[in-house]
């Protein structure tokens, strides 16, 4: 049984009519693993709808208890790309002996040109394959919780240090 | 460096207005890479453009013999689901060494609600994170070349014996 | 009130798994009017679902029937593209003081690259605006029912004569 | 030949995955056309790219102006809907002999589920079939340029009297 965290970011972003603005409500999590066909047991909880840039310590310890009590051993948490190489470093040495994958979505899922299903099946697999550790799943690749960065330039994720394993 | 060679399949599939058919052009995946925002270095190859119900068996050969040939360890192989785990037996024993991981789509790319993007993430992934072997990587797992068939009554991909691992 | 009537086509079809084909379940138009935030009455019948390359006489006159008999004075009717003019001029002279507009798609609204949704509008606005007669929208514009035939190596509705008014 | 004129609007929005802000960049509308298989000579302009709520009185007349000056009879505008209605009042007695229609979005066209595709096939039919005067084009119908304008709280377009023609 693999756990889906939920915690927002541009992931689940939506566009109000109403308002011009992109706002969150229901996660699209479900509907991402429906159109996927995903078969695997996946048990998904919303613990937040927040942008990451918005994420407080108190969220952020939110994030790590919840990764700590959850029963499954593997666990994808989805978060707003901003600060997740930030929360990694706050899981890494708190989850002995789980499996947890970080992943998000440069451009919402609601929009036609979103990373967000690649994403999310990169995450769910690396989730699987993988031994205990904290990883950041973007670009089609994965990196450990300590060596990880979100180059905000150019909008991609790379490793902190310039030689590459 | 991982290669993806693709054969075509469902996954590749598009709507040939003047026809009224489908048929096959040129392959998605460059496009899904780029949508992917996939950073890791990847060279795609086109083998063929085939229905994998349409697929010979001289055609399975070269997909077998493409992938001893490549220079490259880690593989994904885009194919149609149909004759998918043929190919991954056809594969099993005949590449020591390299990890082959096989995906395609029940939907076509080309359509609104394909879970061809979630499955190219998926395999990509696994091709990365697991041991020697070869694998097909569908419906958000994987299953072993030696375990695993397609359930067409319900169109998923299943282990072949009852008992899961 | 407009009314529409939907006879199928390749508005209408739709991927299936299961098989591999196009096939029709239920028509999209309900969906269309939502996306397109229609506001103005519209009633929605669905006749049948045929390809128009299979609809026979009896299904034509059918049509014909129908549009005679609907209560409303302005309709639209769905209708794949291959015989298409043929059913405008089956309606021409038998719906007088009426508005009846044909309209279709190239390519099915299921998929991503669809022209529906754009015919959708423009044949429900030309069926607002024109005067008593049967019309072909298509292409972004519209023809009288006795002169538009379709150009098949092109894929493009035109007038049969050259010159055009 | 029908002009169409671009002013940006919600129609226009693009997420800038940098900023996790909407912006504007190069107009969809020839994209759109494209997608409707649109037929007709039509010559696209832009005139300038901005959120109508930040129209200034500047920029409403140079809208004003294009619509005198344009060659073409039948011109429609591409215009954001919180000011359309101003823009179509400031229209009305100014363009003599011409039809000008104006239309734009409640979700940005780049979005999956925009009515962007609609209104452009909706606005080109309406411009085609018309007489001369001023019409907003939303929610598929129209609306005379003194009998127009937004309800904010429901997102759609309306007369202004109750009695509706």
Redesign the interface.
């Known amino acids: 049984m693999i756990r889906i965290l939920v915690t927002g970011g541009?992931f689940d972003k939506e566009?109000q009519?109403?308002t011009?603005r992109?706002s969150f409500r229901r996660t699209h999590v479900p509907e991402?693993?429906r159109?996927?066909?995903?078969?695997?047991p996946?048990r998904v909880s919303t613990l937040m709808m927040v942008?990451s840039l918005q994420m407080s310590a108190a969220q952020r310890r939110r994030v790590v208890r919840a990764c700590r009590a959850a029963a499954e051993k593997r666990i994808v948490v989805t978060h707003g790309t901003d600060t997740m190489a930030e929360t990694a470093r706050a899981l890494g040495p708190r989850v002995p002996g789980k499996i947890v994958v970080l992943t998000g979505a440069?451009?919402?899922y609601?929009?036609?040109?979103?990373?967000g299903?690649?994403?999310?099946?990169?995450?769910?697999?690396?989730a699987?394959?993988?031994g205990p550790g904290v990883y950041v799943?973007?670009?089609?690749?994965?990196f450990p919780w300590n060596d990880v960065r979100k180059n905000?330039a150019e909008?991609?994720?790379q490793r902190r240090r310039r030689s590459k394993a």
Chains 1, 2, 3, 4 share one sequence.
């Open positions: 541009t566009y009519e109403t011009g992109l991402m693993l159109l996927g066909r995903a078969r695997l996946v942008d440069m451009v919402p609601a929009f036609g040109s979103s990373d299903l690649f994403n999310l099946g990169s995450a769910l697999s690396f699987q394959a993988l799943a973007m670009n089609g690749t994965c905000r909008g991609v994720f």
